[in-house]
């Protein structure tokens, strides 16, 4: 694959993870968050299935079969997942598309602090004034009268720290195992089961709301979980770091421009300010550090 079109299929994962937002809020007029979320993770499973069959068997012939402490690896990652995308799900019940896709980019400059915290990586300087403008910007997007949020923006927030913590993790247990295929669809099975029976137990599930959101949960199932999640995996093998980090980060873009089309988001000077710091910030988080080490 072309860098060309390696940037062309990044672009592509963007635009897919920034539309899903829209389904996602539509999604809840007929479930619950829960059960949205397991139904469309176990969908997505289903999707990487095939390639996590063939990335199975080669692994086999090499005579490089999974461990046990592989599994819980996968177990732990899929925890993460399910706890990221079950907050983001039951925030943006109460929330607008686009104050949902620009708070969950918040989780971008949260990765290099965490992997400082816990890991002991030193971040680049870039990562603190970057914190610092995400949090200006989250206040500036929620209307700027007040401290106070919505609730629902609250729960996208709280969102970002699992999400961070899966970014920080995937791609040390992924190149550990030397299996992408069956991390990804491995963690998305355990993501969808959890969802789904904490969904059964306190949510009113039923086949006639399903059916009513199978558009929204087909789409984001397909399309968000099984095509976006596996196609970043491919592009980023071809493209440059750098294109990666400014088109991956067009997400919080692609999710402020289909609300806008689509759910009719609106929003003021003080929020679109908002915005732009939040974006600044996560492109400033990922390509300084690229910058310094160029020269």
């Known amino acids: 694959m072309s860098r060309v079109k390696a940037n062309l299929l990044l672009t592509l994962v963007a635009l897919i993870w920034g539309s899903a937002f829209v389904f996602q809020s539509q999604g809840m007029a007929h479930v619950g968050p829960m059960a949205f979320t397991g139904v469309r993770f176990l969908i997505g499973a289903l999707v990487v299935a095939p390639l996590m069959w063939w990335e199975w068997r080669s692994l086999r012939r090499q005579d490089k079969a999974l461990s046990r402490t592989d599994g819980?690896?996968?177990l732990g990652l899929g925890s993460l997942l399910?706890?990221?995308a079950a907050m983001q799900q039951i925030g943006i019940v109460s929330t607008s598309v686009t104050n949902a896709g620009f708070?969950?980019?918040l989780y971008v400059p949260l990765v290099p602090v965490l992997g400082w915290l816990l890991l002991r990586h030193r971040p680049h300087w870039s990562a603190w004034p970057a914190a610092l403008a995400c949090l200006i910007g989250a206040y500036l997007l929620s209307g700027a009268h007040s401290?106070?949020?919505s609730r629902g923006d609250l729960w996208i927030i709280a969102s970002t720290l699992p999400w961070a913590v899966h970014v920080l993790?995937?791609?040390?247990?992924?190149d550990r195992m030397a299996a992408p295929f069956l991390v990804a669809g491995g963690q998305f099975a355990v993501c969808g089961l959890?969802?789904?029976?904490w969904g059964l137990a306190i949510e009113p599930v039923t086949w006639t709301g399903l059916q009513a959101a199978a558009w929204p949960i087909a789409y984001t199932g397909i399309m968000s979980v099984g095509v976006a999640f596996t196609a970043q995996v491919v592009a980023q093998r071809y493209a440059h770091a750098t294109d990666a980090a400014i088109l991956l980060s067009t997400e919080t873009l692609f999710a402020a421009a289909f609300g806008y089309a689509l759910m009719g988001d609106r929003l003021s000077a003080a929020g679109l300010a908002g915005c732009a710091l939040i974006l600044v910030s996560m492109v400033g988080v990922q390509l300084l550090p690229l910058l310094r080490s160029r020269n």
């Open 194 to 197: 959890a969802a789904l029976l």
């Open 82 to 84: 399910m706890l990221g």
């Open 169 to 174: 993790l995937i791609g040390r247990v992924a």
């Open 103 to 105: 708070l969950t980019a």
């Open 147 to 149: 401290v106070a949020i």
């Open 72 to 74: 819980y690896r996968i």
